[in-house]
């Protein structure tokens, strides 16, 4: 398949642009539960309420996309009861995600619901675009991160402050690991068997979970498998 967008690493200098590629690799690589970021709702199965953004459209595209840097799984989610997936932008590797073409201001509003914050102010986004990362607070995903550009449009996600080689891996739970493989399978640019594979080299999971394991999470009628309709475990993730 040729369909992955290979983003090219570059600092933006100037006024934030108008449209931003929101860049998820975690729970929102989903359309569905992406949806309730921007529109507002509940996840299907899930026990937490977005309020959604100023803004409810839906992204004008979402493509899928290659990160420089490396995907891993760290600290551990009470609802995932796993580890939560993160994003290390200086890490040798790369990372699988969908970036999702939004506004600066759904971006700012997306990423107040991640921080457990309320949408509302625009995030000044001079600091990530003009080094390409930006503190705002010590939480999980409080860390912005340009990681390049795209169509010469920023290419943004957000991360913890710390780096994969200083916190401990944690394993991620069979509902996690399916519900990002079913996000990477939705874009339609890799295959099973590679989705498979790719997950069960990331950092927490290698050891873990085979890649015939993950394989059988993307079987419809498998019991941990996601579904159109099946529950889906709430806790914020990017």
Known sequence: MNLVRTVEAARVHGAAPELVWYTSYGSNMHRDRLACYLAGGTPAGAGRSYPGCRDPRAP?????????????FATKSPVWTGG???????????????????????????????MYREPGPDL????VLRSGRDERGPGRYETLVCAGTLEDIPVLTFTA??????????????????????????SGAWTAASIAGYLARCPGAAGHWSPDRILSLLTPWHPDGPTPDGPTPDGPTP
């Open 124 to 127: 000044d986004l001079t600091e």
């Open 84 to 114: 939560r997936a993160f994003y290390d932008p200086a890490a040798a590797g790369r990372t699988r995600a969908r970036a999702h073409l939004v506004t600066a201001q759904q971006f700012s509003d997306i990423a107040a619901q991640e």
């Open 161 to 186: 402050p710390w780096v994969m080689h200083d916190v401990d891996w944690v394993k991620p739970s069979a509902a996690y690991v399916s519900y990002l493989a079913a996000g990477l399978l939705e």
């Open 60 to 72: 004008a595209r979402s493509v899928p996309v290659e990160l420089p840097g490396r995907l891993y």
